[in-house]
């Protein structure tokens, strides 16, 4: 687990709701693996009570589930959360897009640029979490170019199930597609060409079935709601979830090539 900075006007409830949520949504802990509060309250130097405070908040949003005479549990990535989700940020993303592609002021320019640029750094020394981090100031860049900065903020309340499968796609999928992806926009931005901007698609899976299917088998424990009995409903799923809840737009013509998928959680 990532014990993260605590900040000087934190009180103790506030910083272990953070460092939980931080962790739950990279994926530090693992969905479906059991926490402890005496481990989480030595971890983080705290009492229990702020801990057990947390870990209720938690419960209220879903990821986590506390079991009475049990434990508390990582809450599984629910599928039928993402997809709602998924559903909410793909229609409002691609309004906000072509809004942009309108134009937005040359400052936001700038500062959409210099993220990308250092998404590129990130993705060069494969750091997943600050690809992650800037991932979403991009996004509420985007908006805020626009003046719907009201807007981001309801869908950020509304989308910590989809950002655990986000971070999963970046600790398993090809890293690059991201970097890609706001390439595009910013060249659709810069044509002020809403028609590529504003049209969102699937990004390709990879071709090669036995590796997808180690993937798939290898993640499919991290769900609920999803079935996976055989090999062909791994391939099915793991294609899903490649193509359904990623979020991308078409631009640039083909991708700068596919890099090696770390085989995580076997």
């Not at 908040?57 to 990535?77: A, D, F, H, M, T």
């Not at 992650?132 to 950020?156: A, C, M, P, Q």
């Amino acid at each position: 687990m990532n014990v993260l900075v605590r900040q000087p006007a934190e009180n103790a409830r506030i910083y272990a709701l953070r460092v939980l949520q931080h962790n739950i949504i990279n994926l530090e802990l693992v969905p479906g693996s059991a926490v402890s509060e005496n481990e989480l309250s030595s971890s983080l130097q705290l009492s229990r009570t702020p801990v057990r405070e947390a870990l209720i908040e938690l419960s209220k949003v879903g990821l986590v589930e506390i079991q009475p005479q049990r434990g508390s549990y990582i809450s599984k990535i629910d599928y039928e959360l993402i997809e709602e989700s998924r559903f909410m940020r793909l229609v409002l993303e691609n309004a906000v897009l072509k809004l942009a592609c309108e134009g937005i002021s040359q400052d936001y320019m700038d500062e959409l640029h210099e993220n990308v640029l250092q998404e590129e750094t990130s993705l060069k020394a494969q750091n997943s979490d600050h690809l992650f981090e800037l991932d979403n100031d991009f996004h509420r860049l985007l908006f805020h170019s626009v003046s719907k900065g009201r807007t981001y903020e309801i869908i950020r309340s509304q989308m910590v199930h989809f950002d655990r499968l986000r971070s999963l796609s970046l600790k398993t999928v090809k890293h690059d597609k991201t970097v890609e992806d706001h390439e595009n926009i910013l060249y659709a931005i810069q044509r002020r060409d809403g028609g590529i901007g504003g049209n969102a698609h699937d990004p390709a899976p990879d071709q090669t079935p036995g590796r997808k299917v180690r993937i798939a088998e290898g993640i499919s424990r991290l769900f609920c709601n999803i079935e996976l009995n055989t090999k062909k409903r791994c391939v099915t799923a793991f294609q899903a979830l490649a193509q359904r809840f990623c979020v991308c737009y078409s631009s640039l013509p083909p991708s700068r090539g596919s890099r090696t998928w770390p085989l995580s959680w076997k």
